[in-house]
């Protein structure tokens, strides 16, 4: 079945260490979007990617880029890690022209603690 | 930039009971509304989503009202069972137009848990 996976799952960085998230996709979409939980604050948008050559800020973009290799991958760094970064991070992708209208596709998650 | 808020944070029911979770929205240029179910340690999937042109859809024990004059609308769930413990959450969206078509803002999740 098209998917939507990150890597890694679970990571555990020092501050100041610089980490990427890898989101991939095999759904053919070509928005993808990169957000953070964190517990009574819902999911907050950091970036988003309307097509390879779109890159568009979220709602919390500092300490946060991204870079889109490739339709169906899309990273996102943390230059310099800081503990108030520790969150669960999903991936998603859409398609609005498909079948699937705008619903959002979720990778697993990828769990990340900066100590 | 729009702005979703949702309440209850937490919701507590008995198996068979009725819950309901509500959701405000700030920008009336919103019009697609959908809710995600996220199972404990697993991604959101979507459950059931409406668009600005109905008031209500159904799907089996789930169902979402929206009211656009008063900018809220609510997730209803009937003979609650205690697989649909989870964390929900509303979202809104336009999807033509404007530098925030097709960018979904969250509300803040409410935890529903559904004691047998």
């Known amino acids: 079945d098209a998917d939507v996976t990150q890597t890694p799952r679970n990571r555990i960085t020092k501050t100041g260490k610089r980490i990427m998230l890898e989101c991939s996709q095999t759904?053919?979409?070509?928005?993808m979007y990169w957000y953070r939980q964190d517990p009574g604050l819902g999911l907050r948008l950091i970036y988003y990617?309307?097509?390879?050559?779109?890159?568009n800020k979220g709602e919390i973009s500092d300490g946060y880029s991204v870079s889109r290799q490739a339709q169906a991958k899309f990273s996102l760094s943390l230059e310099s890690a800081i503990p108030n970064q520790t969150a669960l991070y999903f991936c998603?992708?859409?398609?609005?022209?498909?079948?699937?209208?705008?619903?959002?596709?979720f990778g697993p998650g990828t769990r990340l603690t900066v100590l | 930039g729009e702005n979703v808020e949702q309440h209850p944070s937490t919701l507590s029911v008995q198996e068979g009971d009725s819950a309901v979770i509500k959701c405000t929205y700030s920008?009336?240029?919103?019009?697609?509304f959908p809710w995600y179910k996220q199972e404990l340690g697993k991604r959101p999937q979507l459950i059931i989503d409406?668009?600005?042109?109905?008031g209500e859809k159904k799907d089996q024990r789930i169902a979402v009202t929206l009211n656009k004059t008063a900018k809220h609308f609510s997730l209803h769930i009937t003979e609650t069972q205690p697989e649909d413990s989870a964390v929900y959450f509303c979202?809104?969206?336009?999807?033509?137009?404007?530098?925030?078509?097709?960018?979904?803002?969250f509300g803040q999740g409410t935890i529903l848990t559904v004691h047998p």
């Open positions: 990617s309307f097509d390879v050559k779109d890159i």
């Open positions: 998603a992708t859409s398609d609005p022209g498909g079948t699937s209208l705008d619903e959002q596709f």
């Open positions: 759904k053919g979409h070509d928005r």
């Open positions: 920008d009336s240029a919103s019009n697609y």
């Open positions: 409406i668009r600005s042109n109905v």
């Open positions: 979202a809104a969206t336009p999807t033509a137009g404007g530098t925030s078509y097709g960018k979904l803002t």
